[in-house]
């Protein structure tokens, strides 16, 4: 699979089976995050793998109840940063798109590997990181999804989340989303 076919191919699935999570799997994902680019080199990511079944029960328990679906999970990759970690140029913190882009990587390489990885946002930041384990100081940015797409539709799903399952969601017009020269 090629680049092109991997960022047409990714979809942000909520029904998932099960998958083996293996210690090769995690050091592939931790491979393709690390030789994202970052500003100055800084690599101001980090990442924990949830795979261990009490420590992923115990992270449901801080999930909004709109990623009930999650529950699925054979994995959850908490990602965090801080902003001292990367470049701050005047009011510009990159850590979060540097951040984004080894995501993305990572997110890229489940796909290709048959995989859903699906970041989520809605969570208890201050609660998962304690339950990870992560300091105070850092920020948990997002927590990625991490399974096989199931044909079977997950029950907890809304409806317009059923919906998405069978269809990429609609996307904004190329006119409404870049501009040449100069945005008018």
């Known amino acids: 699979m090629n680049v092109k076919e991997a960022i047409e191919k990714r979809r942000a699935y909520r029904s998932l089976d099960p998958i083996d999570i293996t210690i090769d799997l995690i050091e592939d994902f931790a491979k393709v995050a690390r030789i994202t680019p970052s500003c100055g080199n800084n690599q101001p990511w980090r990442f924990v793998f949830v795979y261990d079944k009490e420590v992923l029960k115990e992270l449901f328990t801080v999930l909004s109840e709109g990623n009930k679906w999650a529950e699925k999970a054979s994995m959850i990759i908490g990602?965090?940063?801080?902003?001292?970690?990367?470049?701050?140029?005047?009011?510009?913190?990159?850590?979060?798109?540097?951040?984004?882009?080894?995501?993305?990587?990572?997110?890229?390489?489940?796909?290709?590997?048959?995989?859903?990885?699906?970041?989520?946002?809605?969570?208890?930041?201050?609660?998962?990181?304690?339950?990870?384990?992560?300091?105070?100081?850092?920020?948990?940015?997002?927590?990625?999804?991490v399974g096989k797409h199931s044909e079977v539709l997950n029950p907890v799903l809304s409806d317009s989340m059923k919906l998405g399952e069978k269809q990429r969601p609609p996307r904004k017009s190329i006119n409404e989303i870049i501009y040449m020269d100069k945005v008018k």
Request: aromatic share 8%; charged share 20%.
């Open 79 to 145: 990602v965090f940063s801080k902003p001292e970690s990367d470049c701050m140029v005047g009011e510009r913190n990159y850590y979060l798109f540097d951040t984004g882009m080894a995501c993305a990587f990572l997110i890229l390489r489940a796909t290709e590997l048959g995989l859903v990885a699906h970041p989520i946002a809605g969570f208890k930041e201050s609660l998962a990181k304690e339950i990870l384990g992560i300091p105070k100081e850092m920020r948990l940015i997002t927590l990625i999804i």
